[in-house]
């Protein structure tokens, strides 16, 4: 894909993509924004399954697949909080890959309420862009809105965590500026499509 910017090569990253990107509409985002960042040498998505919540929403099995054909339909097109009148006016403007993130978001908030009208997720007008926060902190760290602590381990038997653990850090983020993640996402959808 030819960016509207070059990023030197010493300051690239290389990634692949582990999504389940049909079990909610916010992984469709993340997954544009990161092809759409210069600064990803994207080597591969891979399509990961989502069973236990398919089950339990009475979708049909084969999630793997479904996760797969979605990845595959979001590279056809391309040949954090939000409202939804944002991504109308800001997103689904920007081409075909914008038509369908929106649409496809306002569908799963539609089935959502129609299978149970009383559930408190989504929220009707807002939306949280809950994967797309990852591309953003590969872009910049927020070097400001983390601390290390201990990894936890997971009990073999229990799957509960175990704390306390010293062999290994991982960065605990207090705050992930939302505006950086959407105004870069927003931006890259309309020097590329809009």
């Known amino acids: 894909m030819k960016f509207a910017f070059d990023v030197p090569k010493s300051k690239k990253m290389r990634l692949i993509v582990n999504t389940d990107s049909k079990n909610e509409a ?39 697949q479904q ?33 369908y993130l929106y649409q496809q978001l306002i569908d799963f908030n539609d089935w959502v309420a129609e299978r149970n009208p009383n559930a408190p997720w989504p929220k009707g007008e807002m939306w949280a862009l ?4 990852a591309v953003s902190l590969l872009l910049d760290d927020h070097e400001y809105g983390y601390e290390w602590k201990p990894a936890p381990r997971i009990d073999a038997d229990t799957l509960h965590y175990i704390h306390h653990q010293k062999d290994r850090l991982i ?6 500026d939302p505006r950086f993640t959407l105004e870069d996402m927003f931006a890259k959808l309309a020097l590329h499509f809009g």
């Open 171 to 176: 960065r605990v983020y207090h705050y992930v």
């Open 67 to 99: 996760s797969y054909d979605e990845v595959e339909k979001l590279l056809e097109l391309m040949d954090c909080r939000t409202s939804i009148a944002e991504l109308k006016a800001r997103v689904q403007p920007c081409g075909a890959i914008g038509d």
């Open 130 to 133: 809950g994967d797309s926060p």
């Open 26 to 64: 916010d992984d469709q985002f993340a997954i544009v924004h990161a092809l759409l960042t210069p600064r990803f040498d994207i080597r591969g998505i891979i399509a990961a399954q989502f069973e236990h919540n398919a089950i339990l929403q009475g979708r049909p099995p084969g999630t793997m």
